[in-house]
């Protein structure tokens, strides 16, 4: 309270980020790792000043360093994100009485059980603490990234067709190539929110790439390529 008297006698309104940056950095990062990486990553997450903060940003390192025993300084978000995920993946079915998570301080003493999915898997996309799993049946799932609860799935409607490469669009949409050329796009927000933008071109779909916020290359097994606008 010692530290945070004097910011609050200067603004009497501060905005809520001010409790991290009223605090010394490492004792904000101690207090925030204190109730767990989990809780940690969740309270920086709670709105984007506070995502920014110093505090948030030394929360991020220390835990990329503890999972991964490399210090690296400025961890982004989606990268701590990504590297979470692997090492969850890697350890799936792995028991272990002694997991060298404990040793690290994350609150996952037993190996998580992996997620099953009813076709192979082509795409994989981050969002905070919420997992997208795109398969080549063209369902999309959405499972809870730390316990693999699965919160919402919505399978592909229409003549069957192999989904062939995704695009997580702006954060906002899912873009869906297939085998025959086509593509379609699906609301993150809301799964069963889908508009075919195209039914077929030269070839199928190899790769989606994102140029700008509206601008996608869609690369085709003939070697065609395509810049679309959306």
């Known amino acids: 309270l010692r530290y945070m008297s004097g910011a609050a006698e200067a603004e009497p309104e501060a905005s809520s980020s001010g409790l991290w940056s009223a605090l010394p950095c490492e004792l904000a990062v101690a207090t925030l790792l ?8 969740r309270a920086t997450a709670a709105c984007r000043e506070w995502r ?25 978000a989606a990268e701590l994100g990504e590297v979470l995920v692997s090492t969850q993946l890697l350890l799936a079915g792995v028991k272990s009485s002694k997991s060298w998570f404990l040793e690290t301080g994350l609150q996952t003493a037993s190996a998580a059980k992996p997620i099953p999915l009813t076709a192979e898997c082509i795409a994989l996309f981050l969002d905070d603490c919420t997992l997208f799993a795109v398969l080549r049946s063209g369902d999309l799932r959405c499972h809870r990234a730390d316990t693999g609860q699965l919160l919402d799935s919505v399978g592909k409607k229409g003549k069957h067709r192999d989904t062939t ?16 050329g086509g593509l379609t796009l699906t609301s993150r927000d809301d799964l069963t929110e889908r508009q075919q933008m195209r039914k077929e071109a030269s070839a199928a779909v190899d790769a989606l790439s994102q140029l700008d916020e509206t601008q996608v290359v869609a690369l085709h097994a003939d070697g065609c390529m395509d810049i679309l606008r959306f």
């Open 52 to 76: 920014e903060s110093s505090a948030a940003q030394g929360v991020r390192d220390r835990i990329y360093e503890a999972v991964t025993g490399a210090s690296i300084h400025g961890c982004g």
């Open 34 to 41: 204190s109730a767990g990486f989990a809780a940690a990553c």
């Open 165 to 180: 490469c995704a695009l997580f669009f702006n954060k906002r949409a899912f873009l869906l190539g297939d085998q025959v």
